[in-house]
């Protein structure tokens, strides 16, 4: 499997988070990537900042952002 982009959404004017899926060595990952935008260019460039996390713990992360959410919900932040 190729690196596939699944979804991308903007978190400021110069930076986006991408999510996408791999596999390496015959392991699936979820990568939740923070983009820059080059000021020559407008080319966006990974950062370091981010996650690479095993699909199997990937349930897991989206009931807790299930929680988080409920959690900013509940409190009106």
């Known amino acids: 499997m190729e690196k ?5 959404m903007k978190n400021h004017e110069d930076d986006e988070v991408r999510i996408s899926v791999d596999r390496y060595q ?6 939740l990537r923070i983009f ?3 000021k020559k ?7 370091k900042k981010g996650l690479k996390l095993p ?7 989206v009931k807790g952002l299930g929680k988080a959410q409920e959690a900013l919900s509940a409190s009106k932040v």
């Open 55 to 61: 699909a199997e713990l990937i349930p897991g992360l």
């Open 26 to 31: 015959d392991k699936e990952y979820v990568d």
């Open 4 to 8: 596939e982009l699944v979804h991308q």
């Open 36 to 38: 820059f935008k080059e």
């Open 41 to 47: 260019g407008g080319e966006f460039k990974p950062t």
